[in-house]
């Protein structure tokens, strides 16, 4: 394995050779992808939010998410969610992210998952890089536009809540912050106390503005946040009262499952891509599938930048991201293109070896 910076032939560079050629095969770990993206969190979020408008005009690919299950893990899934984007970094590739739940106990994360970069001209991959970190970064990219988005024309959310204490909490919350939010207080709930404690404890370490509950009652939790994160493992609907929701709050419900249909059927939805989002039993999903008919969305994420849809201020607003995969080309391939021209690409020497067709 070589460290070396290829320019001229870096996938989606502006100057092309006449003839297609194979691009060198590269493996980018997780603290390089960590390096590249700590700290970067506007400009990580104007790459989601130009992805988000590339989809919306048409100029991406993403067909439906395949799932993995399995007989004797329930609980456990893989997810493989290929993709093309579009525009002038035009990538093709997919994501492989597996969920095993079970991990906690154990103390390791939940998630893990690579991403695999493909060349638009050739088709070969081009990269493969550790991408739970780049999942995490485009989800918190994604909740952080959308809690800018959708809580204009209200009051400004200051008190933050969370339902679900784990990494991609942590992750939005960075997101949030490194976007320019700050918050009077932060609510914190998880069916478990110990990453209750421990999402606390991280909180105070990290110099949060604000003071830091933790409640034992999810309802309570909601009824003092007014911009919401639902970021758990729920596999099924758990919150199903609307009044908990009367005072109006902007809803990130980045885990999809947490809410019932009677909760979506009193406030404003908006999603990421409709045809997503209403698949695989989430609540956007099973609401569909009791009313009949998808007249509870008010559009999408890109409706709503675009301006072609207006968020009423008088209903709480729930954001539903499906998550796309396009969001991970779009980071992943900034994430590459940063590696790359720091000279510090780390390419595996002829890993594609039968390169002529007759030998």
Same mark, same amino acid.
């Given at each position: 394995?070589t460290?070396?910076?290829?320019p001229?032939t870096?996938? %989606? =560079?502006t100057?092309?050779?006449c003839?297609?050629?194979?691009?060198p095969?590269a493996?980018i770990?997780g603290?390089? &992808?960590?390096?590249?993206?700590e700290?970067?969190?506007?400009?990580v979020t104007?790459?989601?939010e130009?992805?988000?408008?590339?989809? %919306?005009a048409?100029?991406?690919?993403?067909p439906?998410?395949?799932?993995?299950?399995?007989?004797?893990?329930?609980?456990?899934?893989?997810?493989?969610?290929?993709a093309?984007?579009?525009?002038e970094?035009?990538?093709?590739?997919?994501?492989?992210?597996?969920?095993?739940? $079970?991990?906690?106990?154990?103390d390791i994360?939940? =998630?893990?998952? &690579?991403?695999?970069?493909?060349?638009?001209?050739?088709? +070969?991959? /081009?990269a493969?890089?550790?991408?739970?970190?780049?999942s $995490?970064?485009?989800?918190?990219?994604?909740?952080?536009?959308?809690a800018?988005?959708l809580?204009?024309?209200?009051?400004?959310?200051?008190?933050?809540?969370?339902v %679900?204490?784990? #990494?991609?909490?942590?992750?939005i919350?960075t997101y949030?912050?490194?976007?320019?939010?700050s918050?009077?207080?932060?609510?914190v709930?998880?069916?478990?106390?110990?990453?209750a404690?421990?999402?606390?404890? +991280? #909180?105070?370490?990290?110099g949060?503005?604000?003071r830091?509950?933790?409640?034992?009652?999810?309802?309570?939790?909601?009824?003092?946040?007014?911009?919401?994160?639902?970021?758990?493992?729920?596999?099924?609907?758990?919150?199903d009262?609307?009044?908990?929701?009367?005072?109006n709050?902007?809803?990130?419900? &980045?885990?999809l499952?947490?809410?019932?249909?009677?909760? #979506?059927?009193? $406030?404003?939805?908006v999603?990421?891509?409709?045809?997503?989002?209403?698949?695989?039993?989430?609540?956007?999903?099973?609401?569909?599938?009791?009313?009949g008919?998808?007249?509870?969305?008010? %559009?999408?994420?890109?409706?709503?930048m675009a301006?072609?849809?207006?968020?009423p201020?008088?209903r709480?607003?729930?954001?539903?991201? /499906?998550?796309?995969g396009?969001?991970?080309?779009?980071?992943?391939?900034f994430?590459?293109d940063?590696?790359?021209g720091?000279?510090?690409?780390?390419?595996?020497d002829?890993f594609?070896?039968?390169?002529?067709?007759?030998?």
């Amino acid at each position: 394995m070589t460290s070396v910076h290829h320019p001229a032939t870096a996938p %989606g =560079a502006t100057a092309r050779p006449c003839a297609p050629t194979v691009p060198p095969f590269a493996v980018i770990p997780g603290v390089q &992808v960590k390096q590249v993206l700590e700290g970067r969190e506007k400009t990580v979020t104007e790459v989601v939010e130009k992805t988000y408008r590339l989809h %919306g005009a048409g100029r991406s690919v993403n067909p439906p998410s395949s799932f993995l299950r399995f007989t004797d893990r329930p609980t456990a899934r893989i997810i493989a969610l290929p993709a093309s984007l579009g525009g002038e970094n035009h990538v093709d590739g997919l994501k492989w992210i597996s969920s095993f739940p $079970a991990n906690v106990a154990s103390d390791i994360p939940r =998630a893990s998952a &690579v991403l695999v970069l493909n060349d638009h001209d050739t088709g +070969y991959p /081009f990269a493969c890089m550790e991408s739970s970190i780049i999942s $995490a970064a485009r989800t918190a990219a994604s909740a952080a536009s959308a809690a800018n988005r959708l809580s204009r024309g209200r009051p400004r959310p200051t008190r933050l809540g969370f339902v %679900g204490a784990g #990494l991609i909490a942590r992750y939005i919350h960075t997101y949030l912050e490194g976007t320019g939010w700050s918050f009077d207080a932060i609510g914190v709930h998880d069916v478990s106390a110990d990453s209750a404690a421990g999402f606390r404890t +991280y #909180l105070e370490q990290s110099g949060a503005v604000g003071r830091v509950t933790v409640h034992h009652d999810a309802g309570e939790l909601v009824r003092n946040s007014d911009l919401i994160v639902f970021a758990t493992v729920a596999d099924r609907p758990h919150i199903d009262d609307p009044s908990w929701f009367h005072h109006n709050p902007v809803l990130l419900h &980045v885990s999809l499952r947490d809410l019932a249909p009677r909760v #979506l059927l009193s $406030a404003t939805n908006v999603v990421d891509d409709i045809d997503h989002c209403l698949r695989a039993d989430t609540s956007p999903h099973l609401t569909e599938r009791l009313t009949g008919g998808r007249d509870f969305l008010l %559009g999408t994420l890109d409706d709503v930048m675009a301006g072609r849809v207006t968020v009423p201020a008088d209903r709480p607003v729930i954001f539903s991201p /499906f998550g796309l995969g396009v969001l991970d080309l779009a980071v992943g391939k900034f994430v590459y293109d940063e590696v790359a021209g720091s000279g510090e690409l780390h390419v595996i020497d002829d890993f594609f070896h039968e390169l002529r067709r007759h030998g």
